[in-house]
Each structure stands twice: as C-alpha cells, then as structure tokens.
C-alpha cells in the first residue's frame, strides 16, 4: 500500500516516546485524545472504539458494529442484575456511558478520561441526548480514581487499558471501586500469551515499540497477564473470570478505518489534528501487520466480585 507523504512524516519522529512514563505519558494522552477527537467524531461518531463484526465477516454499517460491541460485551459479562452505578474507564466522547444509560434507564454511568477535550465534549453530547441528569464525565486518572470504594456495580473499560502504565494497580483499582457482587468487564489490546515464562521476539518487539510511540502507549502484556492479576487478587467470585480473544470480530474494522484514513478527503483533517494525529494514523498500519502476525490480540475479560461471606 503506498502511503500519501503526510503518512510518512512519523517516521522523522524520535523514538523517545515509548519509555516515558508517569505524568509525562499522561500529559501526552490528553494531548493525543485532544487533538484526535475531533476528527474521529467526524467520520466514526461518538464510540472511541471498536466494531463488532460476527465471524469476522466485513460489514458496511460501521457505527452500527460500534453499537454492536456494546451489546456483544454486556452479554459476554452476562450479568445477573441490570446495574444501577456505572463507572466508565477511558470514556472517551462518552458513546458508550450513554448507550448504557439508555440500556439501563434506572442508572447512572459516570465517564473518566485524560483528555479535557473529551470531557467537555461528552458531556456537551450527553445534555443534547437528553441524558445529562444520569452521565457525569471528569477528567481523572484511572490509577487514581476519586471514587469510594465500592462504587460501582458495573466497572466497563473498552480499550483503555493498554495506556496504563502499571497493570497490577489498574485491576486493583477497578477492582476497588466496584462493590461486592459487581462486573468488572475488561477489553483491551494485549499481545499475545507467551507460554513458559518465555519473551517475544525481536521483531516482535520492534513492531509494538513503534505502535507505542504513535499511541502513548506504555509497556504492553498479554492477556493472561491480566488473568493472572485478577485470580491472584483473592476478590474474584470462583468461576466468574472469562477471559476470550476477538481479535478475528473486530480486524474488519482496522482495515474500515485505515482506508478513512488514506482517502484524500481527510488529509486536511489530519493536518490539522497534528503530528500526533498523524503518527496514530501511520501506526494503524502496524496494528494491522501485528494482528496478521498473531502478535496483537483484542482480548476480553470479565469477572464478579466476591461478596463477603
């Protein structure tokens, strides 16, 4: 595929990127959501994620595979009853806070983001739905929730999870705010299981050091890694934890997206967003070439809470 010269501009970029960490990686994630948003809004609406397509079988009606996933994941979650408090993590424009509110009119859904650009604009979006009283959006660390614990009764994050740094206090965290009894549903990109306590390969990690540095992205882990986390933190109803990879449901969508991308129409809006935004756009190629090698995985995992005895 030959890439338009605004798409080869990230290849003059420094490769400092990938180990920075703290406020730091913090600070470049709200620049990058920032800056992005708009021009994701613009052609894919208020879901910042990814698309449900059944069979992996390319479809045309790439907003409604957005909605899709939504469905997808609280069935995969199979809660036991519709939940009241909703936590949000990585809310983005806040599509998903909202669907869930509709699927659920008794609750709340509470949405957190680094990006001040994203706040605002969901929360602009929320009170244009009618739906202001029942969604709230704050800037706010996921790391550092300010919420009680306990919370909630259904702590959703959709792919936020590969920007946070320190893994083990992220599912600590989740795990804190969510009441007894409650769903932890979470879907992030990982790479892929490496049995025997061995490493990925060279090339393999040449090919995720780039994608971090277009995504601020820090160290990535596997998906058992995150099972891993969640057993061993003894709070987990035995038998609740599913852990599943769909990388096969969404791979249509990537490739929707990158031809977005490279259509002359949206160069200007990619200048405009910025060489941040243009290195993601770039790096969406990577993402593809990781998903063909079995490197990248979309892996989705959910599990209850224990209630006291």
């Known amino acids: 595929m030959r890439l338009p010269p605004l798409l080869l501009l990230p290849l003059l970029v420094p490769s400092s990127l990938a180990s920075r960490s703290g406020a730091a990686l913090r600070s470049g994630i709200a620049r990058f959501y920032d800056r992005s948003s708009p021009l994701w809004e613009a052609a894919w609406g208020d879901h910042c994620h990814h698309g449900h397509y059944p069979g992996g079988k390319p479809r045309s009606d790439h907003r409604q595979a957005q909605v899709d996933m939504i469905a997808e994941l609280l069935s995969f979650c199979r809660l036991g009853e519709p939940p009241r408090a909703i936590l949000d993590v990585g809310c983005g424009l806040g599509g998903s806070s909202r669907h869930l509110a509709r699927e659920f009119p008794g609750s709340s859904a509470t949405g957190i983001t680094l990006s001040p650009y994203q706040q605002a604009r969901a929360t602009r979006l929320s009170a244009e739905a009618g739906l202001g009283e029942r969604t709230t959006f704050l800037v706010a660390d996921a790391l550092d929730s300010p919420f009680a614990d306990g919370s909630f009764d259904l702590v959703w994050s959709l792919e936020s999870g590969e920007h946070m740094p320190e893994k083990a206090k992220f599912v600590a965290e989740?795990?804190?705010?969510?009441?007894?009894?409650?769903a932890v549903m979470l879907c992030t990109w990982c790479?892929?299981?490496?049995?025997?306590?061995?490493?990925l390969g060279r090339r393999e990690r040449r090919v995720l050091d780039k994608i971090s540095r277009a995504f601020y992205l820090p160290d990535w882990c596997s998906g058992a890694h995150y099972e891993d986390l969640l057993t061993s933190s003894d709070q987990i109803t035995p038998g609740s934890l599913r852990r599943e990879d769909w990388s096969y449901v969404i791979a249509p969508?990537?490739?929707?997206v990158i031809r977005s991308a490279l259509h002359p129409k949206n160069w200007l809006g990619l200048l405009r967003a910025g060489p941040s935004t243009i290195r993601g756009a770039w790096a969406?190629?990577?993402?593809?070439?990781?998903?063909?090698?079995?490197?990248?995985?979309?892996?989705?995992?959910?599990?209850?809470?224990?209630?006291?005895?």
Do not use: N, Y
């Open 253 to 256: 969508f990537w490739k929707a």
């Open 174 to 182: 989740l795990l804190r705010v969510c009441e007894p009894g409650g």
């Open 284 to 309: 969406m190629l990577l993402m593809l070439k990781g998903q063909r090698m079995g490197l990248i995985k979309f892996v989705v995992v959910t599990a209850t809470k224990k209630s006291p005895p």
């Open 191 to 199: 790479h892929r299981d490496v049995p025997g306590g061995g490493s």
